[in-house]
């Protein structure tokens, strides 16, 4: 069964920095988009940044030029690098994905708490 687990999350102090992995498994398609979202308590889940399998990637104007998405296509791998994090950045980060027939996927979550 197709499925996505991310790692990294945790506690970081402000200006500090995470790096979040999310890999995908149990499918033999080809996957199109991999993305980040995150859900604030309260808040609705926003995209933070996704990347084709071409290696296009777009960025949500909070984050840009602070985080930097990457992925690994022969190892279904993709990563968040979060720099110079804030109080605000604090949420449960999701790992999307979307492959060639338009299968959606969604990983479970992994926190990050940005605070002093």
């Known amino acids: 069964q197709a499925r996505l687990v991310e790692f990294g999350g945790g506690l970081v102090q402000p200006g500090g920095s995470l790096n979040l992995s999310c890999v995908a498994s149990?499918?033999?398609?080809?996957?199109?988009?991999m993305a980040w979202y995150r859900q604030a308590p309260g808040r609705q889940r926003e995209m933070v940044a996704d990347i084709t399998w071409g290696g296009n990637a777009a960025y949500a104007d909070s984050v840009e030029g602070r985080f930097t998405i990457s992925r690994d296509n022969d190892k279904n791998l993709v990563h968040l690098q979060m720099n110079n994090l804030q109080p605000e950045d604090t949420a449960v980060y999701y790992c999307h994905s979307r492959d060639y027939r338009n299968t959606d996927l969604w990983g479970q979550g992994t926190q990050v708490t940005v605070s002093s």
């Open positions: 149990g499918s033999n398609v080809r996957i199109y988009l």
